[in-house]
């Protein structure tokens, strides 16, 4: 059953099937590669522009920086995965007590063995990497006193006219102080990984944000309804629309230039060609945990969807359609921090490019 129905993954907005054969084939190549690279001699000019393996006296080193929550998936169970990843590769890898940040060193007589070992790690660290759950976003900060206010007064009609509608309550609405655009999420693991996605920040300034910008806050305008699924009335998304008053582009090219710089630095995964720039307003994760944020993916915690209570939304969409939440001047992405709150009571800032 596996073989006719095959996992299916989204990447770059397309959909494809991931097919267990190809991957056990390929599993079975990668060993028999590494049985082969095994000898002293062997796989000596294999390219390894991705990291450095030193010579030393005894044989090979190579250093790597992992944040620590990540040492257990390396560790494995009673430290079965890295006894397995020793003999295979026939290497030693040393990796700092738990809780402590620090480099995990893999040494070995054979470069082959050290460069296999490494590789392994890297893969092992990718897969558990994405399934750990975001940490901090890039945003636009949407909270100012007016667009606030106006905010709370679309709440206050909505749920005048629209309460009677199934499944519309007042706990599904955002907090006004958090109203803002996520441009992509990040997993942030030490301090090490933050104040790299702080210095990407400040070099896309330099590189382009304020060529773009030329060098005055962005006014923009937050204006009408739209839904995120497909059934107006199993809604578990309502979001602001938001556009540039001047009708230029400049928004959507600072958006969609720094996630693609900050895909690039293996910061964040991609999620879409472009980013959908849109405010939520009302989200039915809130009817449980106020604190909630929903991440721009599809694949968030499918358990959260099925925990989920749509509500009917056709009314407010027909009679909020144009509804003008205001205008405001947008001068600095900020790194913000989940699950915070600032003396503002917006998320808290962990770095901030500002234009």
């Not at 393996?53 to 890295?82: A, D, H, N």
């Not at 290497?91 to 296999?116: A, D, L």
């Not at 915070?340 to 770095?351: E, I, K, L, N, R």
């Amino acid at each position: 059953m596996d073989v006719l129905r095959p996992t299916l993954i989204r990447i770059g907005g397309r959909v494809y099937r991931k097919n267990l054969i190809q991957e056990q084939v390929y599993r079975h190549e990668e060993e028999e590669e590494e049985n082969f690279c095994a000898g002293p001699g062997d796989c000596a000019d294999e390219p390894c522009d991705a990291f450095v393996v030193e010579e030393t006296e005894k044989g090979f080193q190579c250093r790597m920086e992992v944040p620590s929550p990540l040492y257990k998936y390396i560790i494995g169970k009673k430290g079965e995965t890295k006894k397995r990843l020793e003999t295979e590769t026939r290497t030693s890898i040393s990796i700092p007590k738990p809780g402590v940040e620090g480099e995990i060193v893999i040494t070995g007589q054979h470069r082959s063995g050290v460069i296999s070992a490494r590789t392994r790690i890297d893969v092992l660290l990718d897969s558990f990497r994405k399934k750990q759950p975001f940490t901090h976003f890039l945003s636009f900060a949407l909270n100012q006193p007016a667009i606030q206010e106006k905010f709370l007064q679309f709440k206050e009609e909505v749920l005048e006219k629209c309460s009677k509608d199934h499944g519309v309550s007042s706990s599904l609405f955002q907090n006004p102080s958090k109203l803002h655009l996520t441009l992509g999420t990040l997993v942030l693991l030490n301090e090490q990984e933050i104040q790299k996605a702080c210095d990407l920040l400040q070099r896309c300034k330099e590189d382009f944000v304020d060529q773009i910008a030329g060098g005055k806050p962005l006014t923009v305008e937050v204006a009408g309804v739209e839904y995120m699924n497909d059934d107006p009335a199993m809604t578990d998304v309502l979001y602001a629309k938001v556009h540039m008053k001047d009708g230029s582009d400049r928004l959507q090219l600072i958006a969609d230039q720094l996630v693609e710089r900050f895909v690039a630095s293996g910061l964040m995964l991609k999620e879409w060609d472009r980013v959908k720039l849109h405010a939520t307003v009302m989200n039915t994760l809130f009817r449980k945990d106020p604190s909630a944020e929903e991440r721009n993916n599809t694949m968030t915690g499918k358990s959260s969807f099925k925990e989920r209570e749509s509500f009917n939304g056709r009314n407010i969409l027909k009679l909020f359609e144009n509804f003008y939440f205001g205008e405001v001047q947008l001068d600095s992405v900020r790194l913000s921090q989940r699950f915070s709150s600032d003396a503002s009571g917006y998320y808290a800032t962990s770095g901030q490019l500002t234009f």
